[in-house]
């Protein structure tokens, strides 16, 4: 690396250190959870206010800006080439607050070097630190090849509508990064899988069935209500009985996690659904169907619905089933799937139905193709050769169940800022839990790379 190049960073991010972390509060002190649609927001008030906030830190610092009909925005540096340029794409939207916070966490603090806020880490922090490094290059007035777009999206964390329009409207980057995964590269993501699970109107012992709040979340509480005596039911793990009316309500107590990382949880669905079997409380239409439930619940691996493979980029497929709920007499169960590329969504339908039997219905297939770039291709080591000179280390590309933007588009990676093997202090949370925390040191150590790696991608033939 260039040593001359590396005090001028050195030197800049010092130099802009406290302004960038008010930028980061200011962004966070904005509610962007998604909200209804109004005029000029079709995400809500939240997201537009973050874009607009966005826009103006950028204009700020003297970029060309533009708000793409408030789906989506982005801050331009200019470049020589007319058809092609490179871009950045973050998010200012955040997922809900949640419980847990010991603070308010709109409010950025700062606690023994880590930012805690919703957004620090995902993806306020990271769009504000992206903003800084375009603005180094603009300073340091280089002659660029191809123009540079930092995208900030207001969809990501709910159905990537904001990308959906840009693409519709503008011309996709020649190659795109995005700041909201973890270092070094993810230079794949499995597919995605989802559907819903569907009884016939039952009329049996369960009069109710509830579960889980997020599709792509493993619940840890669920409860059925059931038409029994309490005396005639038997204790079990991680279960609890409460007489309710003529009734009892069985809890089931699980430990929540990631649908894309389902290791060590425990679907307190499953226990629900199990402990109704074991103890006969279903009539024979209700059996039916709780057993065809059962095989998704086997196993995270699909091995009870018979969808269970692997392959060498991606590792094995996941699938959990996040809620479930009843609706007009009927019992509905989702569930989501992260799938490598030895399978796909049409083979996957097949095989549940199959595994599914006459007990229940599969409904809403939905399904995306994994996306995969070779470690080697020129973008992707331009990525990866900068991350391991910065830092010392010798990481390789890696492929998640997770999905980020960089599925939608024809050339794109997720690239850092987190640090999956830096643990998180006592008072700090992880990306979507309470006290969401990021590390200053990690974020600005963030800036020197991406200013480093895009000017190695300027160099590039696209």
């Known amino acids: 690396m260039d040593q001359v190049l590396n005090q001028k960073i050195d030197a800049y991010i010092a130099q802009n250190k406290e302004q960038l972390l008010k930028d980061i509060a200011a962004l966070v002190a904005v509610n962007s959870v998604e909200g209804t649609p109004e005029e000029g927001a ?46 950045t794409i973050c998010h200012v939207d955040v997922v809900p607050v949640g419980n847990g916070w010991t603070a308010d966490p709109f409010t950025m603090r700062i606690q023994d070097g880590w930012l805690l806020g919703r957004g620090v880490a995902d993806d306020k922090g990271p769009m504000v630190a992206t903003l800084y490094a375009l603005k180094f290059l603009k300073e340091q007035g280089y002659e660029l090849r191809y123009p540079i777009r930092a995208l900030a999206g207001t969809n990501e964390e709910t159905h990537m509508q904001d990308v959906d329009y840009y693409l519709k409207n503008y011309p996709a980057p020649a190659f795109c990064f995005t700041p ?31 579960g889980g709040v997020a599709n792509n979340a493993v619940p840890d509480r669920a409860s059925a209500l059931v038409r029994t005596d309490i005396s005639k039911l038997k204790n079990a793990p991680n279960i609890t009985l409460e007489p309710e009316g ?26 629900v659904v199990n402990y109704l079997l074991d103890n006969g409380l279903c009539n024979e239409t209700e059996r039916a169907y709780l057993e065809a439930v059962r095989k998704l619940h086997a196993s995270t691996a699909g091995e009870g619905l018979g969808i269970n493979c692997a392959d060498g980029p991606f590792g094995p497929l996941t699938v959990i089933g996040g809620r479930i709920y009843m609706e007009d007499g009927r019992i509905f169960q989702t569930m989501d799937s992260r799938f490598p590329t030895c399978t796909n969504g049409k083979k996957m339908t097949e095989q549940i139905r199959a595994a599914l039997g006459d007990g229940a219905e599969l409904r809403d297939v939905t399904a995306a193709e994994p996306f995969y770039i070779e470690a080697d291709s020129p973008a992707i080591l331009a990525c990866i050769n900068t991350y391991n000179e910065v830092t010392g280390e010798n990481a390789k590309p890696f492929t998640m169940g997770g999905g980020t933007y960089a599925r939608h588009f024809p050339y794109a990676v997720s690239f850092g800022p987190e640090h999956v093997d830096l643990p998180l202090p006592e008072f700090g949370g992880p990306m979507h839990g309470a006290n969401e925390a990021a590390p200053i040191d990690k974020l600005l150590e963030a800036v020197k790379i991406y200013i480093i790696a895009l000017l190695r991608l300027e160099e590039i033939d696209f």
Not at 55 to 74: D, Q, V
Not at 180 to 203: M, Q, R, T, W
Not at 247 to 270: D, E, L, Y
């Open 246 to 271: 003529d009734g009892v309500r069985i809890r089931g107590w699980g430990k929540s996690g990631h649908a894309a990382m389902p290791q060590g949880t425990v679907n307190a669905i499953g226990l």
């Open 42 to 87: 079709p995400f809500g008030a939240g997201p537009r206010a973050a874009l607009d906030k966005t826009l103006e830190l950028a204009a700020g610092m003297g970029f060309a800006t533009r708000n793409c009909e408030n789906y989506i925005g982005y801050a331009e540096l200019a470049g020589k080439d007319p058809e092609k340029y490179l871009a």
């Open 180 to 210: 909201d995964a973890e270092f070094p590269v993810c230079n794949g993501e499995k597919g995605l899988f989802g559907a819903k699970i569907v009884s016939p109107v039952c009329n049996g012992v369960i009069v109710e069935i509830e």
